[in-house]
């Protein structure tokens, strides 16, 4: 049954659709495993450095951020449980991010690796991560660490619109959309962040500088960490990416 209304589906794909998907399953196949972590403050440059990577390596890119704000406008119960703490720009529980992590990690599209946008942020995260990949015989690559000063997120993460289906991230001034406050791609409308504001930036900033510079020395000890210069534009970060992972 299934097959057969599998196959149903296809026949209504358009044949450029086809091609275009066997082509890029035909590039992915000589592409490298990769299983990557990108850590750094909120407004980094992580989700904008994501979409480039993953199209590159043929990888899933799992933002725990985006994933639990999907959780909290659908109301599920993990969203109910989640929003507090997202609200007031603290973390959310381990067990929380775990679950969903955990889950996420079994999607066919995680096959050839996946960017963990988001996560781990905490050393019992890391720790919890390690384990689950110790099960399937994997191990983390490397970790990206988006080094940049807390002076200039402010201005980042107060002029971020986003998208919110695609987690696709535009800013005013640096990486403006096509059409002021609609998406390149879709066409749908942009949002801001509720956490997007400079009082809420502190305690997200206060929360990584904390929780999350620890998991860098935990991956530092395993001599795979690759430093970023994240302040740089877009593209020259893009540049020093491209050069650390080839
Ligand atoms: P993160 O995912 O680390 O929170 P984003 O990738 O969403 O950060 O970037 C935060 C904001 O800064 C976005 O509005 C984005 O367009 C912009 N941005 C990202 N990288 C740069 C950069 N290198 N220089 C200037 N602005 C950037
Ligand atoms: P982000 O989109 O990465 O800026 O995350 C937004 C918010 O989601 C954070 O401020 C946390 O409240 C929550 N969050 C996202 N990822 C994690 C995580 N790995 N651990 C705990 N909380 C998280």
Not at 97 to 118: H, R, T
Request: aromatic share 4%.
């Amino acid at each position: 049954m299934a097959t057969g209304a599998a196959s149903a589906n296809l026949e209504d794909v358009p044949s450029l659709d086809l091609m275009s998907e066997l082509l890029r399953r035909m590039k992915c196949s000589s592409k490298p495993d990769k299983r990557l972590i990108l850590i750094g403050p909120p407004g980094s440059g992580k989700g904008t450095q994501s979409p480039i990577i993953k199209d590159e390596y043929c990888l899933c890119h799992l933002a725990t951020g985006d994933m639990l704000r999907a959780a909290v406008a659908a109301k599920t119960p993990l969203g109910v449980k989640a929003k507090e703490a997202m609200d007031k720009g603290e973390l959310v529980s381990d067990d929380l991010v775990v679950g969903i992590i955990d889950e996420a990690l079994q999607k066919p599209s995680c096959q050839k690796g996946f960017i963990l946008d988001g996560f781990p942020r905490t050393v019992v995260q890391a720790q919890k991560l390690d384990e689950m990949l110790e099960k399937k015989g994997a191990k983390v690559d490397k970790v990206l660490n988006f080094a940049v000063d807390d002076l200039i997120l402010e201005e980042r993460i107060t002029g971020r619109w986003i998208h919110p289906a695609s987690g696709r991230s535009y800013h005013t001034k640096f990486a403006p959309p096509k059409v002021p406050g609609v998406d390149d791609v879709t066409g749908e409308p942009l949002i801001q962040r509720k956490d997007d504001t400079a009082a809420v930036l502190k305690s997200r900033l206060e929360a990584f500088h904390k929780q999350t510079e620890p998991v860098i020395d935990y991956y530092s000890k395993k001599s795979i960490v690759a430093n970023l210069h994240a302040e740089k534009p877009p593209k020259e970060v893009t540049a020093e990416v491209q050069k650390v992972l080839s």
